[in-house]
Nanobody
Framework: QVQLVESGGGLVQAGGSLRLSCAAS????????MGWFRQAPGKDRDFVAA????????YYADSVKGRFTISRDGAKNTVGLQMNSLKPEDTAVYYC??????????????????WGQGTQVTVSS
């Protein structure tokens, strides 16, 4: 059974940092695009970042570019999201995702095959 399990969420003050991690199990995700989405209360679910499996190319939402960094460890089947200079508007549930399509084909979509349960990130002002 495929599982994506997020960890690392919590409460942080504005300007602070958090690192999210996602552990994938059930298959080898070395040939999968992996990424992160988030959903704030009362808002739509939004793309945050993605990382390809072939050249590890990265993609970011404009709202997090320069502050967030996505990375992956193929050997450990994990993907991370380093979040710096956090703002109250970053408050959301963050979801780890995975899909076999190349990252550039998934841009602008939410059609990822696998989703984690989410981890809450709260940024206080």
């Amino acid at each position: 059974q495929v599982q994506l399990v997020e960890s690392g969420g919590g409460l942080v003050q504005a300007g602070g940092s958090l690192r999210l991690s996602c552990a994938a199990s059930g298959r080898t995700f070395s040939s999968y695009t992996m990424g992160w989405f988030r959903q704030a209360p009362g808002k739509d679910r939004d793309f945050v970042a993605a990382i390809g499996w072939d050249d590890y190319s990265t993609y970011y939402a404009d709202s997090v570019k320069g502050r967030f960094t996505i990375s992956r460890d193929g050997a450990k089947n994990t993907v991370g999201l380093q979040m710096n200079s956090l703002k109250p508007e970053d408050t959301a549930v963050y979801y780890c995702v995975a899909d076999r399509e190349p990252a550039y084909l998934l841009l602008g979509t939410q059609t990822y095959d696998y989703w984690g349960q989410g981890t809450q990130v709260t940024v206080s002002s």
